[in-house]
């Protein structure tokens, strides 16, 4: 680092203010335009007050506002939610206070519980180590791992949300994958009923994924949020990244009572619409029971048909896919090829 200890110590607060004010403000396509600046004479005390002061700014906007509340933050998808502002903020404060401790030759050694929670919020795409700090610090080029490549460049990674006229699709983060695996509500309030068995077997995969280090976010479970009450009604997503041929299996799951009200359709039209508008996804397809009628007509409404018999025979030859099953396929527009 070029900066002194004070410069990376200010660098603190000047991030935490930041944060603080995107959020309470609800800032949508910038930052706040302001800054801060410390007065003249400042000693090392005062600015570790500057810091505590913005740190506790911080706090209280994340602690009041409401969860669906997104604001500016430009990496990676232009936004982020209270969870996503709490954790680049304790990123900042973990992560320079070691590069001050660094340069004064001093010990440091955080709370693994807070780099955990960093890792598992923005660093998604990162696969988690033995020791969450040292994962942390190695994902920053900070440190090395053994048996992983040193890092030169990063950024962390806010979760995707995509909109459609009644809901909001809510990338879910490792942190809240895992809980909805264990039983909780990922952080999500749910409609009665939620969340049901297919999202939390989804979340569990998703899981499995990141832990094995193979988690793609953009590819990994949304879950629907229901834009007149705030309350989560079900989940979609894919079983994980597009293939070499730009391939890609959906899924999707309702709370049996919002049922028949067109949210999958509309959630899967808009996610497929998003997928296949990349360069790197050419073919959406869903398996289905063939009794189920209703997920039949899900995808029909999103633009999805039945494949010929003969491609369903031979995905179910090359993907073990039960016989049971009826193969249906969006593909994207000539021109994304």
Known sequence: ????????????????????????????????????????????????HVIETTGALLTAAVRTTPREVRAFHPYPFRSANREGFAAMGVAEVLLHTHDIAEGLGVAYEPPAELAGFVLTTIFPHVRPGPDPWRTLLWATGR?????RAPVTEWRWRNNLVLPTDRLTLQGVTPASAADLSAGGDGGFTWVVGGPFEGTR?????????????????????????????????????????PDEEGAAEVGYDLVEGVRGRGYASE?????????????????????????????????ARAGYVRTTVEEERAAQVQH??????????????PTAA
């Open 201 to 241: 077997e989804a979340a569990g995969m998703m899981s499995k994924a990141y832990e094995e280090g193979v988690h793609r976010p953009e590819f990994g479970l949304f879950v629907l949020v229901r834009r007149e009450d705030d309350l989560a009604v079900g989940g979609i997503g894919f079983h994980g990244a």
């Open 143 to 147: 440190g090395d791992l053994p048996g």
């Open 1 to 48: 680092m070029e900066w002194s200890c004070g410069n990376a110590a200010f660098h603190i607060a000047e991030d935490l203010i930041a944060y603080a004010a995107n959020l309470a403000g609800r800032a949508r396509d910038d930052y706040v335009p302001f800054e801060i600046t410390l007065d003249e004479g400042t000693g090392n005390e005062g600015l570790i």
């Open 320 to 333: 073990d896919m039960d016989d049971s099953l009826r193969l249906y396929v969006r593909r994207g527009h």
């Open 267 to 299: 959630a899967l039209s808009t996610l497929s619409e998003w997928a296949l508008a990349r360069d790197d996804v050419r073919l959406l397809c869903a398996a289905i029971h063939a009794e189920n009628a209703p997920s039949q007509r899900v995808v």
